[in-house]
């Protein structure tokens, strides 16, 4: 049964720092791409960081280039998202998903973060920045 179960979420003032985490289960995670998504209130679900199962080359929105970094243990088989300057704007629940369809590298650049290739997805963890 493939699982997928996001942590670390909460409450931070802007221009700090938080890591989510989510443990995976179930599936054999080096053979999948793996992404996150956020959803704030009222707005639609938003691909921001992808990393591909075949070289570990990374795809991210414009809005969190440079803040955020995308990372997989295979140890633990655990995917991490390190977010930093957090920005109100960033507020949102975060999931984290997972894809065995996206083939390449290349595939990965252009749909990694559109969320209708991924059919594994956890449950999600809020983010919520504010001072």
């Known amino acids: 049964q493939v699982q997928l179960v996001e942590s670390g979420g909460g409450l931070v003032q802007p221009g700090s720092s938080l890591r989510l985490s989510c443990d995976t289960s179930g599936f054999i995670l080096d053979r999948y791409t793996i992404a996150w998504f956020r959803q704030a209130p009222g707005k639609e679900r938003e691909g921001i960081s992808c990393r591909s199962s075949t070289d570990g080359s990374t795809s991210y929105a414009d809005s969190v280039k440079g803040r955020f970094t995308i990372s997989r243990d295979d140890a633990s088989d655990t995917v991490y998202l390190q977010m930093n300057n957090l920005k109100p704007e960033d507020t949102a629940i975060y999931y984290c998903?997972?894809?065995?369809?996206?083939?390449?590298?290349?595939?990965?650049?252009?749909?990694?973060?559109?969320?209708?290739?991924?059919?594994?997805w956890g449950q999600g963890t809020q983010v919520t920045v504010s001072s």
């Open positions: 998903a997972a894809s065995n369809r996206i083939d390449s590298p290349h595939h990965m650049q252009v749909i990694g973060l559109i969320s209708g290739w991924y059919d594994y």
